[in-house]
């Protein structure tokens, strides 16, 4: 077992003082010291922002990679060693702006890892910008008269896609963060948990709002229904529920025919291919 100071690092943070960032780090740390993992055995991977930064703050294997294109590093890093537990942490912008084409293929592959995404409606790190989730009217940086474009419904997008674990939790709320953070890295298959983080430096609301905004899913909510959790995570109205919105099992994973075919060791671990094999491969490719 690990404790919470087997995951920290000496690398001096630079968010701001007090913000809820801090809350989505203790929530995972939490989270690995509950699922009893090892730093060796996990892999964090991340773009460029604010929320890209928390990598930099766990003791842990980590790749810091170009803006919007984490997910696919991360992939290849999956694919490559299926013994590491893969986890992209990064912001909306990054996520859903720069690498929005990315998320949906992401989905459609279903690797086994997880996706967390620190979302607080604009560009934190360049001064406040537009985000793909900023509120209609919001006027920020670069729009004084205010956003004009409707927001993504990114849960939504996800569950029409049939990812297989969708969730929202709030920055606020860590044990129940924690406890997200444990359901969909031990879910078999795509985890995709969006987090609600307020930022208290270029934000047009305070902590309170949210905190009065906020409503954990009732108990009758059924995540294994996918038509109620499309309803769910459309429903009008300007409250935040958090909690799994949609869970079911049953996809082919990423890489899983190779997997049971050829081989589930990391790929290092695997002999060369011989020439034969290698001109078997060609040969084929020359008779399609």
């Known amino acids: 077992m690990t404790r919470m100071d087997d995951w920290t690092t000496d690398v001096e943070i630079q968010w701001c003082p007090g913000c809820p960032n801090f809350g989505i780090l203790q929530a995972f740390k939490m989270a690995m010291v509950e699922l009893g993992k090892q730093p060796h055995e996990l892999c964090l991977v991340s773009g460029i922002g604010q929320a890209a930064k928390l990598p930099h703050y766990v003791k842990a294997n980590f790749f810091n990679g170009l803006h919007g294109r984490a997910l696919p590093a991360a992939l290849a890093i999956h694919a490559a060693n299926p013994e590491l537990t893969t986890i992209v942490t990064t912001g909306e912008g990054d996520c859903y702006g720069e690498g929005g084409n990315h998320f949906i293929h992401t989905i459609r592959r279903n690797p086994n890892m997880t996706l967390v995404v620190h979302n607080n409606g604009h560009y934190a790190l360049t001064k406040g910008q537009a985000s793909p989730t900023t509120a209609i009217g919001q006027t920020r940086a670069i729009h004084l008269r205010g956003v004009?474009?409707?927001?993504?419904?990114?849960?939504?997008?996800?569950?029409?896609?049939?990812?297989?674990?969708?969730?929202?939790?709030?920055?606020?709320?860590?044990?129940?963060?924690?406890s997200l953070l444990v359901a969909g890295i031990r879910h078999e298959g795509f985890s995709y948990i969006d987090v609600i983080q307020p930022c208290i430096t270029w934000g047009k609301r305070p902590l309170s709002w949210y905190r009065e905004k906020i409503d954990r899913l009732p108990s009758d909510h059924d995540p294994t229904d996918r038509r109620a959790a499309l309803e769910r995570a459309l429903e009008p109205g300007d409250r935040l529920p958090t909690g799994v919105f949609y869970r079911h099992s049953g996809r082919p994973l990423y890489a899983e025919r190779f997997r049971r075919e050829v081989s589930n060791q990391p790929l290092a671990a695997l002999p060369w291919p011989d020439r034969e094999r290698i001109a078997d491969y060609l040969a084929e490719f020359r008779r399609r």
């Open 148 to 178: 004009e474009s409707a927001p993504l419904q990114t849960l939504a997008i996800a569950i029409a896609q049939d990812c297989s674990f969708v969730a929202r939790g709030f920055a606020g709320d860590i044990e129940h963060l924690k």
